[in-house]
T-cell receptor
Framework: DAKTTQPNSMESNEEEPVHLPCNHS???????IHWYRQLPSQGPEYVIH???SNVNNRMASLAIAEDRKSSTLILHRATLRDAAVYYC???????????FGGGTRLMVKP | DTEVTQTPKHLVMGMTNKKSLKCEQH?????MYWYKQKAKKPPELMFV???????INESVPSRFSPECPNSSLLNLHLHALQPEDSALYLC???????????FGSGTRLTVV
């Protein structure tokens, strides 16, 4: 399975945008890029996913590099409730597994 | 109903006990999953059920026994566990992985 690389941790100030990077240089053509987050004492929560084009939803935006070897999750205005571990995961089309990497622990300062 | 419900939320069991974890979803999802998560680590896949049949077992020891009685229920039967099995056990479901997984809040298991 193709792997992803994320920084271990990042800090942000409240109400500022946050850009969480993810490298996936061995991504294959059938791999979708998914992002999940896990708040303290909760199960992971789906955030967003994409294949080639940038995607927006109510939670975040996903910017995908043209060569698909990296992507960035964008939180437009971080709040204290966004403090969580964010996981970037490649999901193969027709696959049946979600394999978590190390993730990025996002800390939000008031 | 857009939730995955796990019970109990907390469980303490001795190494000779037999207990079960329960997971329920009413979203019509065809696949259900068990994950194990140790402190400060990412979740690790244990089992995958697809259309009520076990499709993936990630070399999990036999002291963990999954069961899928119907499309809405998933159980994890525990027997003769070790203290190192103490962890957060997460259940998830999906219609298809591409559409996203829905996770429960987990059962925090302590083996004494």
């Amino acid at each position: 399975d193709a792997k992803t690389t994320q920084p271990n941790s990042m800090e942000s100030n409240e109400e500022e945008p946050v850009h969480l990077p993810c490298n996936h240089s061995t991504i294959s053509g059938t791999d979708y890029i998914h992002w999940y987050r896990q708040l303290p004492s909760q199960g992971p929560e789906y955030v967003i996913h994409g294949l080639t084009s940038n995607v927006n939803n109510r939670m975040a935006s996903l910017a995908i590099a043209e060569d698909r070897k990296s992507s960035t999750l964008i939180l437009h205005r971080a709040t204290l409730r966004d403090a969580a571990v964010y996981y970037c995961i490649l999901v193969r089309n027709a696959g049946n597994m979600l394999t978590f990497g190390g993730g990025t622990r996002l800390m939000v300062k008031p | 109903d857009t939730e995955v419900t796990q019970t109990p939320k907390h469980l303490v069991m001795g190494m000779t006990n037999k207990k079960s974890l329960k997971c329920e979803q009413h979203m019509g999802h065809r696949a259900m999953y068990w994950y194990k998560q140790k402190a400060k680590k990412p979740p690790e896949l244990m089992f995958v059920y697809s259309y009520e049949k076990l499709s993936i077992n990630e070399s999990v020891p036999s002291r963990f026994s999954p069961e899928c009685p119907n499309s809405s229920l998933l159980n994890l039967h525990l027997h003769a566990l070790q203290p190192e099995d103490s962890a957060l056990y997460l259940c998830a479901s999906s219609q298809a992985p591409l559409y996203g997984y829905t996770f429960g809040s987990g059962t925090r298991l302590t083996v004494v």
